[in-house]
């Protein structure tokens, strides 16, 4: 998407992000945020602010609920980018919040997922803060190498089976930044190359660094445990933050 000046999607995102740190909020929420935020503008394919409109917002938000996205998550996309729209308008760069009558899609408690529901933006602040930190490990793996593998969670979507399963050799961190997924490890057994977000990529860049090209990154018996793994965290960033 083009980072010109004068009403382009990227430009004012950069300046909403920089509006969100400067306020003061934890840097791992602001980069959730903007995650979130920049794969809808560019999955919507606005180019100009004016072509922002919630029809397309909500086609975006079906396309990831087909591809097994819980409410919840969906949810949290629209609460982005509403964020992003109220905020171009407060700042008086469009005549109207064009998102303003969006409300929230269906209930997420109608939602058989919602036991195994994924995290707020305020949660996923709260854990890569907390968890970058830490000093205990879990079943090998340390506070760093959760940190990554919660923030590449977040950044890809990917399932806890697809984590475990890649190995340096399966990013690509050159322009365009992806992640491939073999077809044997994915739900519907078709081979995915997911886009990762520039903030993703420059914590990856440091972290495999010297890491052997075919082993897995995040090896060990975790992957059985990762649900346990990820309550104690965020019991810890709780701790820590409230």
């Known amino acids: 998407m083009p980072d010109a000046c004068s009403g382009k999607p990227s430009r004012g995102r950069a300046d909403y992000i920089r509006y969100l740190a400067d306020k003061g909020n934890v840097p791992a929420y602001v980069s959730c945020v903007n995650t979130r935020l920049t794969s809808l ?33 969906a949810n949290d996309y629209l609460a982005g980018v509403k964020g992003f729209s109220r905020w171009l308008w407060r700042d008086k760069r469009t005549a109207v919040d064009q998102l303003a009558g969006m409300s929230k899609l269906a209930n997420p408690e109608t939602d058989v997922r919602h036991a195994r529901r994924e995290l707020s933006a305020e949660e996923c602040s709260w854990l890569f803060s907390t968890v970058q930190k830490s000093d205990r490990p879990f079943r090998r793996l340390l506070g760093q190498d959760r940190f990554t593998l919660y923030l590449t969670a977040a950044g890809t979507g990917l399932r806890v089976s697809e984590l475990a399963s890649l190995t340096p050799d399966s990013f690509d961190l050159t322009a365009p930044p992806v992640v491939i997924v073999e077809a044997s490890r994915t739900k519907n057994r078709k081979r995915a190359e997911l886009p990762l977000p520039a903030e993703l990529v420059d914590v990856l860049a440091d972290y495999l660094a010297g890491k052997p090209a075919d082993v897995p990154i995040w090896p060990g018996a975790w992957v059985k445990k990762a649900a346990r793994m990820l309550r104690r965290d965020l019991a810890d960033a709780r701790k820590a933050w409230l």
Do not use: E, H, P, Y
């Open 41 to 73: 503008l560019d999955g919507c394919r606005f180019v100009r602010l004016a072509d922002v409109q919630a029809s397309v917002v909500l086609g975006f938000l079906a396309d990831l609920r087909a591809k097994g996205k819980s409410l919840k998550t």
